[in-house]
Structure formats: structure tokens, C-alpha cells
């Protein structure tokens, strides 16, 4: 059984991380929507490097919601629901 202040570090990483990939997200459109303004803008090298960039942040994101977060939520649950026992 552990007590909240154990977990407490666990849990303030885990919001870290979350806002991290929220950040990543948020980054990988804004960068989607500069590539299709350069495709619009007849800019094709460009908004293909871009689209190409847009895609990695958003994959990145993606990978850490849901490897580290979701996973580090299943474990944080799991020791508050052990620690109210």
C-alpha cells in the first residue's frame, strides 16, 4: 500500500507528459495547416517537407499518449484504488 505522497510524483509526470503530447499535437496541425497553405500557395517542395515534418509530430504525439500515458494512468489508478483499500 502506498500513501499519496509516494504518488504524487508519479502523477505530476504523468500530467507533464500529457501536456507534452497535448503540445505536440497542437504543433503537428499547426504545421499541417502551414503545408497546405504552401500546396495552395503553389509552394509543392515546401508543403511537402512541412506535410512530411507534420506527420513525425503528430506520430510522436500519438506514440506518447500511448505508450507512456496511457500506460502510466492504468498504473496510477491502480495504486490510488490499492491505496483507499
Known amino acids: 500500500m502506498r500513501s499519496i505522497v509516494e504518488i504524487l510524483p508519479?502523477?505530476?509526470e504523468?500530467?507533464?507528459?500529457?501536456?507534452?503530447?497535448v503540445g505536440l499535437s497542437v504543433a503537428g496541425l499547426f504545421i499541417e495547416r502551414f503545408a497546405l497553405a504552401s500546396a495552395q500557395s503553389s509552394q509543392t517542395v515546401l508543403a511537402g517537407w512541412a506535410a512530411g515534418i507534420g506527420c513525425v509530430v503528430l506520430l510522436s504525439a500519438y506514440f506518447l499518449a500511448t505508450d507512456r500515458v496511457?500506460?502510466?494512468?492504468?498504473?496510477?489508478?491502480r495504486d490510488v484504488l490499492d491505496s483507499v483499500e
Not at 14 to 21: D, E, H, M, N, T
Open 70 to 77: 496511457a500506460d502510466g494512468l492504468r498504473e496510477l489508478r
Open 10 to 12: 508519479e502523477a505530476i
Open 14 to 21: 504523468l500530467v507533464a507528459v500529457s501536456l507534452g503530447s
